[in-house]
Nanobody, 120 residues
Framework: QVQLVESGGGLVQAGGSLRLSCAAS????VGWFRQAPGKEREFVAA????????YYADSVKGRFTISRDDAKTTVYLQLDSLQPEDTAAYYC?????????????????WGQGTQVIVSS
């Protein structure tokens, strides 16, 4: 079992920044996904705790950064240069390995989500 608790969402103007946090109950492979109203859940970024490897969706590469704090078993998602199209509920999720990291159906555990709203 892995418990995940997200925080850090909010309302920001276009061009602004937010940092999301995902507190995990243990070290594991962690991914961030987002879901806008009426759209499917999509992969944003992921991090392999053991191998220090990071993965990004093309749409966020260069703007978002995933990182971790080993002492706190917390994974962060830094959101920079935010645009209105980044508006969504953001979720962190956990799985045992990096295989098919981009597919939400491959993740076993999910947090409750945190809302990000970017105004133009």
């Amino acid at each position: 079992q892995v418990q995940l608790v997200e925080s850090g969402g909010g309302l920001v103007q276009a061009g602004g920044s937010l940092r999301l946090s995902c507190a995990a109950s243990r070290r594991t492979f962690v991914g961030w996904f987002r879901q806008a109203p009426g759209k499917e859940r999509e992969f944003v970024a992921a991090l392999s705790w053991g191998g220090h490897t990071t993965y990004y969706a093309d749409s966020v590469k260069g703007r978002f950064t995933i990182s971790r704090d080993d002492a706190k078993t917390t994974v962060y998602l830094q959101l920079d240069s935010l645009q209105p199209e980044d508006t969504a509920a953001y979720y962190c999720a956990a799985k045992a390995s990096s295989s098919n990291y981009y597919s939400p159906s491959q993740y076993d555990y999910w947090g409750q989500g945190t809302q990000v709203i970017v105004s133009s």
